[in-house]
């Protein structure tokens, strides 16, 4: 049987089990299984617990479980009900200004957690039932929270950069200040994007009438809820950036300082200890039996010789170099549409890696242009994450037709930020070398 057509039956077989709605991990592990004793018979399944055994060991993963018990427990630890109430104070006598404060408090929560659900569920609960009670249209107001709660995908402490920066064998440090002003752009973007459209037509995100404004005193004082956040940044960020731990030794520093916050707004209890550990555990447990079952899937579709054929078949692409590009940037975004991210990065990183270190492309702004299109597959069906988490926070009334909707002018400003990205590198590149080359 010819590579070319193991390669078909392969992928068919992943999408077809995808499209009944099985697992991913499941379907990944399956198929890997199922081919393996097709192609070599029961001997070949001795492999399967070294290649998986041998990757969930590395170090670099306990920073995942970290991170994730900090965003856990930040989304209990009464911060983000101050973050929204200074933001009501300074933004909301703007048009749209409400809706531009949750992005400013989604890119502050990313900045926080490392991950997309902190900043998606905690400001649906939060700001969404202000901003619809205040008349704000509800595409605007679904839509600002679904792309900043997507941010946590790139603004570092991001998750799927560890695991990315594990897979290129890249500095995540590196991975983790490249990731920040292509951050900020998008949040810019967002934000951008809702002012101008809500200046125009007010009727989008109408400012608060004059007499729920506050006085400069209260604006003041509320900027008050930026201090934690402020300084587990910083100790988190700060303590990586200037080489006095590592990110595994920095989650660590979140988690505690995560811990202090909730102490600090008198939310502390081994209630929320427990929950923040179970719901660790589950994350997890999620993403590390994703990677084992993408590691066998890979294993398989490599002792085939099908990235050869793959890479083969790219460099084969006229054009040049920029449409390889283009081509691997739109099967990203394909892809998200259908898997998780750990699982995405697992299965190209072994094909696309040596193909674009070999066509000169940077390895830390290749993983950045990763990050921003697993961004926009949070936010596009059928199976975008933030889709669903959002539907299972939302108000009555609020349909899936609705979110879908939403999402599409986000979609394109992601696409926007995208581009910049690629058209201009030092914007992922300038600040990890001006900070590690000093």
């Not at 048009?95 to 649906?124: E, H, K, N, P, Y």
Request: hydrophobic content about 55%; aromatic content about 10%; overall charge positive.
């Amino acid at each position: 049987m010819s590579i070319e057509l193991i390669t078909l039956l392969l992928f068919t077989a992943l999408i077809v089990t995808l499209a009944l709605g099985l697992p991913l991990v499941f379907t990944l592990a399956g198929i890997a299984i199922v081919f393996s004793l097709l192609l070599w018979g029961p001997k070949s399944l001795y492999i399967i617990p070294s290649v998986t055994t041998s990757m969930v060991f590395k170090i670099m993963l306990i920073a995942i479980p970290l991170f994730v018990f900090m965003a856990s427990v930040l989304e209990r630890a009464g911060i983000a009900e101050e973050l929204y109430n200074m933001m009501h104070h300074w933004f909301g006598p703007i048009r749209g200004g409400l809706a531009a404060g949750t992005v400013v408090i989604c890119t502050i929560f990313a900045a926080m957690s490392g991950v997309t659900a902190a900043g998606t569920v905690t400001m649906g609960i939060v700001a969404l039932p202000n901003m619809l009670k205040r008349g704000y249209d509800k595409k605007i107001a679904i839509g600002c929270i679904m792309a900043g709660g997507a941010l946590g995908q790139l603004i570092p402490p991001s998750v799927i950069l560890i695991i990315y920066g594990m897979l290129a064998e890249q500095s995540v440090g590196r991975l983790f200040l490249g990731g920040v002003i292509p951050g900020l752009i998008l949040s810019t973007l967002f934000i951008t994007y809702i002012l101008v459209r809500s200046f125009f037509n007010p009727s989008l995100g109408p400012p608060l009438p004059p007499e729920e404004c506050a006085d400069w005193g209260q604006k003041f004082a509320s900027l008050r809820a930026v201090i934690l956040p402020a300084m587990l940044v910083v100790g988190v960020l700060g303590s990586i950036f200037a080489g006095v731990a590592t990110p595994t030794e920095a989650a660590a520093v979140g988690a505690l300082g995560s811990l202090i916050c909730a102490g600090i707004h008198r939310k502390l209890s081994w209630q929320l200890v427990r929950d923040a550990c179970l719901r660790t555990i589950r994350v997890t447990a999620m993403i590390v039996w994703i990677m084992m079952a993408a590691k066998m899937f890979v294993t398989v579709y490599q002792g085939i010789g099908a990235p050869h054929l793959v890479q083969h078949a790219l460099a084969g692409i006229p054009g040049g170099k920029w449409m390889i590009l283009a081509a691997m940037q739109l099967s990203f975004f394909v892809l998200g549409c259908f898997m998780d991210p750990t699982g995405i990065i697992m299965i190209t990183g072994p094909v696309y890696l040596p193909l674009a270190n070999s066509l000169g492309f940077d390895p830390i702004w290749f993983g950045i242009l990763f990050a921003v299109n697993i961004e926009m597959g949070y936010l596009t069906p059928p199976f975008g994450t933030n889709l669903f988490y959002m539907k299972g926070i939302a108000p009555k009334g609020i349909t899936m037709a609705d979110i879908y909707r939403s999402i599409v002018p986000f979609v394109g400003l992601q696409a926007i930020g995208l581009l910049l990205v690629i058209f201009f590198p030092p914007l992922a590149l300038w600040l990890p070398n001006m900070v590690f080359n000093r």
